[in-house]
């Protein structure tokens, strides 16, 4: 079966052929690929073509594919049953090891999604705090959670309007959007507001306009900023939690959330997040409190076993150091290969994950983002694909690479770059 032919069944199925939007290429134009399989770094597609994986599922692959202890971990379980409803002795220790690696958490609720460990975290925000209003960043995604799809309108701070439709207004309006790494904007808004806000949340990487770190000092002064207004400080770290060093960004940059949403990394590649922090605000959840949360399969005992597993080898060998070296003399190639084909490149990185945007200037901002050059990442993208390297098939999206990514395959992702910024400046 090819992609083409595939796509085209899916489209008369499934809405635009896709179970999520980013994954129809619109960005890039052209087919998506169908994924037949996977091993370590590699994809393979319904043609049998390989790629060299560095999307890695958006983030959780960070072992790459099919590692030997996480399949075998999986496969036993399913022996033992795919879910009961029930406690389960995994799920304590999945919830110890979280609360033992990220400092801020000592308490933790497991779910199946990010979208719905953001969803609860700020419900159990706006019912500790009796306030409604929950400020969000520029660029920063969590999830599909009906208030938080939204963003400003250009520069200025606004209140919430829908950024898409089925969103009505009031809940809307429950969110304010401020630009994201400027303090200024937060400060001005709480002083005005800020009796209001139950919670800021906040990527403190944002890893969903590309990649995009936090300025110096805008983390310290969003924890300032929130304690002095009685607002929550919430911390997404779906993509970030496990990523840069074991314990999230939080711990490398030495700063406390009240509450912490994780995700992707901690299913090791099944559908698992949670959510965690003080045990004074997770004690408001049902039934010894009164917020409301639940899942069927949340705490699925074959989503927590590939967590467990993959959680278990991150500690155990401390990858953390390695990836980041890998990812440095990659980026560093690129941005070579950019510079002597004459093509306009900022690179962010920070651990395993990377941005790559076509730009002049360096790419701090929402605003930055979005004025890279979209089409040369688009051509970018095509030419990477062509020769077997799979990049994010949108501008706006981070890189990663895993484990099971050596130097060789590397050095030869880097040869393609090489080639394919030579072939973009021809064309220019
Ligand atoms: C992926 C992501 C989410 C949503 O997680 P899902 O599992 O897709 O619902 C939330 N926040 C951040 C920062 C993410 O990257």
């Known amino acids: 079966m090819k992609n083409a032919e595939l796509f085209e069944r899916a ?22 690929r169908f994924i037949r399989e996977a091993l370590g770094p590699y ?16 983030g959780p692959m960070i072992l790459g594919h099919c590692h030997p202890e ?20 995994l799920e304590v220790r999945m919830a110890e090891q979280i609360c033992e690696a990220v400092p ?17 975290a700020i419900r159990l925000a706006r019912a500790f705090t009796s306030r409604d209003l929950v400020v969000k960043f520029e660029g920063c995604y969590h999830g599909h959670v009906d208030s938080l799809l939204v963003r400003a309108g250009s520069g200025a701070l606004t209140f919430g309007v829908p950024d898409t439709s089925g969103v009505p207004r009031e809940i809307a309006s429950t969110s304010a959007v401020l630009p994201y790494n400027d303090i200024e904007a937060l400060r001005a808004f709480m002083a005005e507001h800020g009796v209001r806000v139950a919670a800021v949340i906040v990527e403190p990487v944002a890893g969903n306009m590309g ?29 970030t939690g496990f990523r840069c060093c074991y314990g999230g960004y939080q711990d490398m940059v030495g700063i406390r959330p009240d ?11 099944m559908p698992v ?14 039934p010894e409190g009164p917020v409301y949360q639940a899942g069927t399969l949340a705490g699925n005992p074959m989503a927590v076993t590939a967590g467990l597993a993959t959680l278990g080898i991150l500690k155990r060998e401390n990858p953390y150091a390695g990836l980041a070296h890998s990812l440095e003399v990659l980026t560093a190639s690129v941005e070579e290969s950019a510079r002597s084909a004459g093509i306009a490149l900022s690179v962010n990185r920070v651990g395993s ?60 992702v880097a040869a393609s770059a090489r080639a394919c910024m030579a072939m973009l400046s021809e064309r220019v």
């Open 104 to 120: 801020s958490i000592e308490k933790v609720r497991l779910v199946s999604s990010g979208t719905e460990a953001t969803m609860s």
């Open 70 to 89: 996480v399949v075998d971990a999986v496969i036993r379980q399913a022996g033992k049953g795919m879910s009961f409803g029930a406690p389960t002795e």
């Open 211 to 239: 990649v995009v770190l936090p300025k110096a000092g805008f983390l310290e002064e969003l924890r300032r900023i929130t304690r002095d207004h009685g607002a929550l400080l919430i911390f997404d770290e779906v993509i």
């Open 43 to 58: 994809l393979v597609d319904c043609e049998g073509n390989r790629y060299i994986d560095l999307v890695l599922s958006w």
């Open 259 to 269: 509450l912490t949403c994780l995700g992707k990394i901690i299913g090791g590649g």
């Open 353 to 412: 994950m990377a941005g790559i945007f076509f730009s002049e200037r360096p790419v701090e901002t929402f605003d930055d983002v979005m004025a890279c050059d979209a089409a040369a990442y688009a051509r970018f993208f095509h030419l990477m694909l062509d020769r077997g390297v799979y990049l994010a098939p949108s501008p706006y999206e981070a890189l990663f690479v895993s484990t099971a990514h050596t130097a060789d395959m590397l050095d030869a």
């Open 11 to 32: 489209k008369k199925r499934i809405p635009s052929g896709v179970n999520s939007p980013v994954r129809a290429f619109r960005k890039v134009g052209g087919t998506p």
């Open 273 to 286: 997040g949670a959510f965690g922090g003080r045990s004074d605000i997770m004690a408001l959840l049902a």
